[in-house]
Each structure stands twice: as structure tokens, then as C-alpha cells.
């Protein structure tokens, strides 16, 4: 039987890292407690840009993480979602929010 304690520990630890990230910056994008000058300010609009992505591709892990942790207390958590097999444990090792099996991921990608 996989352990599920495990899992729920490093989940519990990305969730908070991750909502650590988004704060962190969204308050840079948001410039608290900066003055920026004009040759500072095409510089900061670039940084904008790429703190925004991260920031929804950090959003987006937030919500698989938060799944992840749903699963687990339904008692999915290591069954693929597609197919309904196992998912081995060092992938989960690897991706704790994953959902799928290594299979049904690429099957995914690659559509
Ligand atoms: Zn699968």
C-alpha cells in the first residue's frame, strides 16, 4: 500500500510554496514600495510579462495540487484519472500533482 502520509506531506508543502510564489508575485507586479525610473521602467514592463505567466502557470499547479490533496482523501489519488490504472510511485515522487499515468500524459500531449 503506497503512503499515503507522504504524499499529503509534500503536497501540503508545494500548496504552501506555491501560495507563497503567487503572493510574492503578485505584490511585484504590483511594484509595492518601488519607485522606478525611466530607464528602469521597459525593463520592468518585460519583467511584468514573464512574472505573469509564471504566476498563472503557478496558479494552474495550485489547482492541480489542490485536486491532488482532494484525491487523496477520495482514495484516487493513485489512480490514473484517464484509464483508472496505477500510477507508479516515482512518478508521483516526481509530479505529486499528478493525475494522470505516464501513458495517458503523453496520449494527452501529443493530441
Ligand atoms: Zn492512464
Redesign the pocket.
Known amino acids: 500500500m503506497p503512503d499515503t502520509a507522504h504524499f499529503k506531506a509534500r503536497l501540503l508543502q508545494l500548496k504552501q510554496a506555491h501560495s507563497a510564489r503567487i503572493k510574492a508575485i503578485d505584490q511585484d507586479i504590483r511594484h509595492e514600495g518601488m519607485t522606478a525610473d525611466w530607464s528602469e521602467q521597459a525593463t520592468e514592463r518585460e519583467n511584468d510579462e514573464v512574472l505573469e505567466s509564471l504566476g498563472v502557470t503557478t496558479e494552474q499547479e495550485l489547482a492541480q495540487i489542490n485536486l491532488a490533496l482532494k484525491r487523496i482523501e477520495s482514495g484516487e489519488y493513485f489512480f490514473?484519472d484517464?484509464?483508472g490504472?496505477e500510477i507508479p510511485e516515482a512518478r508521483l515522487e516526481l509530479l505529486p500533482f499528478s493525475t494522470?499515468?505516464v501513458?495517458?500524459a503523453e496520449k494527452l500531449e501529443h493530441n
Open positions: 490514473c484517464e484509464c490504472e494522470l499515468c501513458r495517458c
